[in-house]
């Protein structure tokens, strides 16, 4: 589907990275509660020529620094970034670190943050 522009996969539980091929021609891509999808997911995106991704929401993914570090530098066109927050959080929320949220935010401090509760 060329043509796909926005996919909201949130809360899927069976999603696995190597089923999303292509995906450098999304704008919008919601991955909320996607347990199984990790930094790879992050690659895949910024595949191709031009990425062309807009908003991600990674809230209850295994995001991790490198995962992060990915965005920032290979996805040039990013202006939203959902997570969610780390302390008190049953759900998984990600490897990532407070050092590889400042990083992110330093390359790019075009991105919105948002956190997700």
């Known amino acids: 589907m060329p043509s796909l522009r926005d996919l909201d996969l ?10 999303m091929p292509n995906l450098h021609r999304l704008h919008r891509l919601l991955l909320r509660g996607c347990e199984q999808v990790d930094d790879s997911v992050c690659t895949a ?3 191709g020529p031009e990425p062309q991704l807009q908003e991600l929401d990674m809230a209850y993914t295994r995001l991790s620094d490198v995962g992060l570090r990915t965005l920032a530098v290979r996805c040039p066109v990013l202006r939203t970034l959902g997570l969610a927050q780390n302390k008190d959080n049953l759900w998984t929320t990600g490897n990532w ?3 590889g949220l400042c990083e992110f935010t ?11 509760c």
């Open 10 to 19: 949130s809360w899927c539980i069976c999603l696995q990275p190597r089923m």
């Open 45 to 47: 995106l910024c595949e």
């Open 97 to 99: 670190t407070e050092a």
């Open 106 to 116: 330093r390359l790019r401090p075009d991105v919105r943050l948002v956190a997700i």
